[in-house]
């Protein structure tokens, strides 16, 4: 198995660092305020719960199938959530991956709806494309996660479908841990030029209007 080395990537708004032991305290605090929007995600509660949710991922990213990272907004220099290029595949003499998912991403309550989430899918976007140069980039939910799907159709993304009692659902709306459909999305290469112009172009709008 190829192995995944850490990356630090920084935009305007936001900084995605490498997961690590010593963000466990950042993101119990990040979890402890509003958590009503986390009704289909996995966001770690409690120390215990940050710690294992730190050390899930840290193997993930051992075993070259996920690097995770911690977001941290610039303005104030707080940690506000997680993202990560998961579901990574390889194949036989690429050193690169050729296929990841953009997926695992949660935002605390005020991070929400600010141009921090479109800049950090802009940033893991262009390291895909430009820099390990995959022939494809997924982005998948839980189907019955509405306003995630209008996300990632708003930002270009391919809809490929529903893969049905795909992964273990999670959030308070959801039978945690039980089977969950996945909706499928995807961007290719051909299609990167003119989703990078829409990211950028959202990101210009946010600016215009302060967010």
Not at 16 to 28: C, F, G, K, N, Q
Not at 83 to 108: K, N, S
Request: net charge negative.
């Amino acid at each position: 198995m190829s192995h995944l080395e850490p990356i630090v990537m920084r935009g305007t708004v936001v900084q995605l660092e490498p997961l690590d032991a010593t963000h466990a305290a950042d993101l119990r605090a990040a979890t402890e305020g509003d958590r009503s929007s986390f009704g289909f995600t996995n966001v770690p509660s409690g120390a215990a719960g940050a710690a294992a949710y730190i050390s899930t991922l840290l193997a993930d990213r051992e075993a070259g199938t996920a690097l995770p990272f911690v977001q941290r907004r610039i303005a104030d220099d707080t940690v506000v959530g997680c993202t990560r290029f998961m579901d990574v595949r390889w194949w036989a003499g690429h050193d690169d991956p050729v296929e990841v998912e953009v997926g695992g991403t949660w935002l605390t309550a005020d991070a929400q709806r600010t141009a921090i989430n479109t800049e950090a899918k802009l940033l893991m976007l262009s390291h895909a494309f430009d820099v390990w140069r995959v022939h494809r980039v997924a982005i998948c939910t839980d189907a019955r996660n509405d306003r995630s799907r209008r996300a990632i159709e708003r930002i270009g993304g391919q809809f490929e479908g529903v893969l049905r009692n795909h992964r273990a659902a999670a959030g308070h709306l959801t039978d945690v841990g039980a089977p969950r459909d996945t909706a499928c999305y995807s961007i290719l290469p051909d299609e990167w030029p003119s989703v990078r112009e829409a990211l950028r172009a959202r990101l210009r709008a946010s600016a215009t209007d302060g967010r």
